[in-house]
């Protein structure tokens, strides 16, 4: 329901806008600022109708690098034993720790 009415008044501001076009009225200051108001708020209302179509899942094919990426496999590299032992164990320290006498 929130999504039909933030598009129904996005859609109320640009035909404020036709009307001020229609009428003359773009060519004077107050016109041309009121242009802007209302360029504002449908701009505001079709946001959030971009958002709230965003959280439906509506604009998913927005997203084709992200399932691109998810859809291809991830290669990890094969160790063989013998590599394994050639390196050293991540939690040693490479120095020798001190003896306290």
Known sequence: MMLVISIVMGIVPL???A?????GT???VDGLFMS??????SAVFFLNAFWELRDR????FLDKKKVAADATPK????????A????????QDSKP????T
């Open 15 to 17: 035909l404020g806008i």
């Open 19 to 23: 009307w001020t076009i229609v009428t």
């Open 26 to 28: 773009v060519t004077t």
């Open 36 to 41: 802007l108001i209302l360029l504002t708020l």
């Open 57 to 60: 899942g509506a604009l998913a």
């Open 75 to 82: 290669v990890t590299p094969k160790v063989t034993p013998q």
């Open 84 to 91: 394994a032992a050639n390196v050293a164990p991540a939690n």
């Open 97 to 100: 720790k001190e003896s306290e």
